[in-house]
């Protein structure tokens, strides 16, 4: 079966990223590589949506 070439959960979870909803960014990438593993808009989204959680644990980072 050919992976579905669908950028729109990449898109979402990029502009959920950007807005700062850093759950909803990686639920959205999270479903957009469960549905074709080749995009990787995805994961380059995903890694920094990921990185800022990560950063926003930190004190004094954001």
Avoid: H, Q, W
Wanted: aromatic fraction near 6%; include cysteine.
């Amino acid at each position: 079966m050919a992976p579905v070439r669908n950028p729109g959960y990449v898109n979402l979870g990029y502009v959920c990223e950007r807005k700062g909803d850093l759950d909803k960014a990686v639920e959205l990438c999270e479903k957009a590589i469960s549905l074709d593993k080749n995009l990787t808009r995805a994961y380059d989204n995903l890694a920094v949506a990921f990185g800022r959680k990560k950063n926003m644990t930190r004190p004094g980072m954001l």
